[in-house]
């Protein structure tokens, strides 16, 4: 049996110990705003991974609440705070004060970072721009290289590649073999499943093969990639899903009043992660008046159906 015909449904717990070890350069919240995998790095809090360095263009509250954990040493990223409220006070603290330890910082662009995780998914070791040329990001980082096209002689940006041990992707379904749909905002999703050593999925459902083989352009993720299936509705609340899940933009707000202090964090981090067993717990505390207003039931822009042939 190849990787591709293995049944990979698991427990996210069970992914997140078999799959991510201390250390590891772990790519997450690759969608910008959207998919963002809150409830595996949950289970990464819980389970006390250390070490992590963390690969992203734009995490919300997410890398904040790793770095608040004590889970992270390094952060490669294009921003990293609250995009509901602006700040991302651990994240601050862990650059200006080293609370709760140092952090080492990779800055990147939107832009480079995509090349970075497109290089890895290409199996090259950097790939050529022009963008940057006269902005702070690319002065003095190991990540960024001055190099001269070799067919007009033009000076141009090299962009390191960044190969992250695990990617975690949360998707709107998938089959049990990991092949996964997703729509919307894709970020760099796509490229960071390529450029990863492993792949876990949460998704919102899993699904026949049948329906993902009937709609093959939407299986961005194939299944030969992925090493974990999880189904795991609600897995990226706050941050909306398309077509599920609205943006809990209240979420996001009450996060920034209680993480200005690293006491206020810690009660915060002690209600909303540490207490709750599991992602069922955190949608039992949420509330079913609260999951009801925050699910998307209306079907908007409905689209024509699609004849892809026989063969």
Not at 106 to 124: C, D, M, P, W
Not at 243 to 261: A, C, I, T, V
Not at 266 to 283: G, I, N, Q
């Amino acid at each position: 049996m190849t990787k591709r015909d293995q049944d990979k449904t698991t427990t996210l717990a069970n992914a997140i110990r078999e799959l991510v070890h201390d250390g590891d350069r772990v790519a997450m919240g690759l969608c910008l705003e959207s998919l963002i995998p809150f409830a595996a790095g949950h289970e990464l809090i819980r389970q006390n991974k250390k070490d992590l360095s963390l690969i992203g263009p734009i995490s919300d509250i997410l890398f904040d609440e790793l770095i608040g954990a004590g889970c992270v040493k390094a952060v490669i990223s294009a921003w990293v705070g609250n995009v509901g409220a602006g700040m991302g006070y651990n994240f601050r603290g862990a650059i200006e004060k080293g609370i709760p330890q140092p952090l080492l910082l990779q800055e990147h662009s939107n832009f480079t970072i995509t090349l970075a995780l497109k290089a890895a998914a290409l199996g090259v070791t950097f790939l050529p721009t022009k963008t940057g040329a006269g902005g702070d990001i690319i002065k003095n980082q190991e990540a960024f290289r001055s190099v001269t096209c070799p067919f007009t002689s033009e000076q141009l940006t090299a962009v390191k590649a960044v190969v992250p041990d695990v990617t975690i992707l949360h998707v709107q379904r998938a089959d049990t073999f990991g092949n996964a749909h997703m729509w919307g905002n894709l970020g760099v999703t796509v490229e960071a499943a390529y450029a990863a050593d492993r792949v876990i999925l949460t998704c919102e459902e899993i699904v026949d093969r049948e329906i993902i083989a009937a709609d093959p352009n939407r299986t961005l993720v194939p299944g030969i990639l992925v090493d974990a299936v999880v189904h795991e509705p609600l897995g990226a609340h706050p941050s909306p899903v398309q077509g599920f899940w609205k943006r809990d933009d209240e979420y996001f707000l009450r996060y920034h009043e209680h993480s200005r202090s690293r006491d206020g964090f810690l009660a915060w981090l002690k209600e909303w992660v540490t207490d709750l067993p599991s992602r069922e717990a955190y949608r039992t505390k949420l509330g079913e008046q609260m999951v009801n207003d925050l699910r998307i039931t209306e079907k908007r822009l409905p689209i024509d159906e699609v004849n892809y042939g026989s063969t």
